[in-house]
């Protein structure tokens, strides 16, 4: 990729930014001293943000950091009592803006609906005091498994509101996916919907799942949004009839609020463990101070809810008493450019997307997108997968007409944000990370835990805990050290391959699970790929190594051309990138693909290609949009 600047900040645009507030605040000069006292001091990074923000607390806490049990096991606002809902809802009654509108949002079929802060707390509580009514109580885990509508956010709100555990599940799951969860949780109950639609297709979800609801011993009362009888069912109309008045529940800081589940190559799920107090303030941080978010903001992201880029979008939008849209089904149906269009129709002005999102929107006619004003647009972030010079340049120029700066972040479920991301006081590179976040110790290390040099690729880890990270895994204290903090011994490995460049710019090169080392020079999938996608004739491309007893691993591309290019030769693309990246990058194989598998949220699963080309099990594809993509990789094992 080009290592060239191609976006500066302007003078108007650092001076107006909530991070020169925030720097003004901490009695700072600029950006560099932040990083530099945080790096030194993080509680004192993450007390500030606390208090900048305005986050609220029934009880003060009297210490905000304590490592005394060990770096993994680091505890914040030591004696501080709030709730999520507390400084998501309560804080901003009798403001101005609580009886405006809080949620756009709109089904598949066109149908919208709005809803109020003040008529979604009255929600909220109506559906926390049934709850409680059906005897549930702090502690307790509820599941949602719901698609992008209103009610699936009364209801997220309202098992905080209690002081319960909310559990989202991604809603394309199947049945298996969603009880193996339900059982690690050991869920009490579970929020779900009679029907949804994605690309016109009725999903009938409380169908898929409730035959083998009985498979969890603990589950005790069933919420349906829809129609259904049946001994543990509660139909959601019952709410109606229940007092819309209730306290928000005293929290510990540090008691568990969520448990967001994310899949490793092998093994059970594992469950993220997010707290009153650590998700708040990451966002407050990363997305309020670091991405400018505001107020006056309109919010879109069309991440499903079982994500944790959908607990990010619910608290992002909420914290900040702010207006958010949400959308039932996909970006690209019932029209090919329905995100853009609901930029343009709600005037969104801060988007987060994904780079797949844009390798599927940068094909399609331009002329679709004439007559459309993305005029609001002001803050456009990014993350989920390392960039491309390509999709990156057409989401800059086209899109953002040279003027919207890319956000680009990295990090992920397990520390609910970000390590890396984009700094608004500084110039930006393509697909480059310009800043580490203060606050993460971020640093980039080989496998003995040395510290690489300049241009090398090594592990992106955190040398210190974050206010936001995982409080261990659910149930699984011993997976969680040796999964994160005994890879390297004392410090956090996150499992993303990363590099760091003259200029301070980090890049990643994909999951270092994923990385391909062939005669002992390592390389990231994501620049092969780049190579091949900058022909211009392919809609979509994976990068894998396989075993080799000379080399260590062969290079297989898997490529979907595109519907106009009906007669690629292999030649082509192994020429592209010995030239580019040199003969020992040479692929040894390209084979031509239909599709690929992804997740419903279009991540390649690269190592389900490796595994089938194998002849490996492709461990946990339950998230998978496409499964008869896997069948087809098979023909091609080796």
């Known amino acids: 990729m080009s290592k060239e600047i191609i976006w500066k900040p302007t003078k108007d645009l650092i001076d107006n930014s909530k991070l020169s507030k925030f720097i003004k605040f901490c009695e700072l000069k600029n950006y560099d001293e932040l990083e530099s006292k945080s790096l030194k001091e993080p509680g004192w990074l993450w007390d500030n943000v606390i208090k900048f923000s305005q986050l609220n607390f029934y009880k003060p806490y009297t210490k905000i950091m304590d490592e005394s049990k060990g770096v993994p096991w680091t505890k914040w606002c030591v004696g501080g009592k709030t709730n999520i809902v507390q400084n998501c809802i309560d804080r901003h009654k009798g403001k101005d803006f609580f009886k405006k509108i809080f949620i756009y949002a709109e089904r598949e079929d066109g149908k919208e609906s709005t809803i109020t802060y003040l008529d979604f707390d009255k929600e909220i509580s109506k ?45 394309g799951y199947g049945s298996k996916a969603v009880v193996e969860r339900l059982k690690i949780a050991k869920a009490k109950g579970i929020f779900t919907v009679e029907k949804t639609f994605r690309k016109a297709k009725e999903i009938r979800m409380f169908d898929q799942i409730k035959e083998d609801l009985g498979q969890v011993k603990t589950l005790e009362k069933i919420f349906l949004l829809g129609k259904d009888k049946g001994k543990k069912i509660f139909n959601w109309e019952n709410f109606d009839n229940v007092s819309d008045n209730l306290k928000t529940e005293e929290m510990n800081a540090e008691d568990p609020a969520i448990i967001h589940f994310t899949s490793g190559t092998t093994g059970k799920p594992k469950g993220c463990v997010y707290t009153h107090i650590g998700l708040v303030t990451k966002m407050a941080f990363d997305e309020g101070i670091l991405a400018d978010f505001k107020q006056s903001d309109v919010h879109l992201c069309m ?36 995100f853009w269009k609901l930029i343009a129709k709600y005037k969104v002005s801060w988007t987060e997307l994904s780079p797949a999102l844009i390798r599927n929107q940068m094909i399609k006619d331009k002329k679709l997108f004439e007559n459309l004003d993305l005029s609001s647009l002001r803050i456009i972030c990014t993350g989920g997968e390392p960039w491309t010079e390509k999709p990156w340049k057409w989401l800059f120029e086209f899109i953002g007409k040279s003027k919207v700066p890319i956000m680009n972040s990295a990090g992920g479920t397990e520390v609910s944000g970000s390590i890396l991301h984009c700094c608004l006081h500084r110039p930006f590179k393509v697909g480059s990370f310009n800043a580490p976040i203060p606050g993460m110790s971020a640093d980039i290390v080989d496998y003995n835990g040395k510290k690489v040099t300049q241009d090398q690729l090594g592990e992106l880890v955190m040398r210190k805990s974050s206010i936001g990270l995982t409080k261990s895994l659910w149930d699984d204290d011993k997976r969680y050290l040796e999964n994160y903090w005994k890879v390297i011994n004392g410090i956090w490995v996150h499992g993303d391959l990363a590099s760091k460049d003259k200029d301070g710019h980090w890049y990643l090169h994909g999951r270092s699970d994923d990385t391909i080392k062939v005669s002992g020079k390592r390389i990231g999938p994501s620049e092969i790929e780049s190579v091949v996608v900058k022909s211009g004739k392919v809609k979509e491309v994976a990068a894998v190594g396989i075993p080799d007893e000379n080399k ?45 598998p992804k997740t419903r949220n279009m991540k390649i699963m690269r190592r389900v290609i490796k595994s089938c080309l194998i002849k490996e099990d492709p ?20």
């Not at 944790?308 to 900040?320: D, E, P, R």
């Not at 009906?566 to 692929?587: A, Q, R, V, Y």
């Open 127 to 171: 559906v926390g005091n049934t709850l409680r009514i059906n005897g549930f109580k702090k502690g307790d885990v509820i599941a949602l498994y719901m698609p992008q509508f209103i009610e699936t956010y009364i209801a997220y709100f309202a098992i905080l509101k209690i002081g319960c555990i909310v559990l989202p599940l991604f809603s």
């Open 303 to 338: 991440a499903d809810m079982g994500w944790m880029v959908g607990s990010k979008s619910a608290t992002i939008a909420s914290l900040h008493g702010s207006q958010m849209v949400i959308a039932e089904g996909v970006p690209d149906f019932p029209d090919e450019i329905r």
């Open 552 to 596: 260590g691993s062969k290079i297989i591309l898997s490529i979907v051309p595109l519907e106009s290019e009906k007669n690629l030769k292999e030649s082509l693309f192994i020429d592209l990138i010995t030239k580019d990246l040199g003969k020992s990058f040479k692929p040894d194989r390209v084979i031509f693909l239909k599709d690929l």
């Open 619 to 638: 461990g946990d594809i339950s998230t998978l949009l496409n499964p008869e993509s896997v069948e087809e990789i098979k023909e091609y094992a080796i």
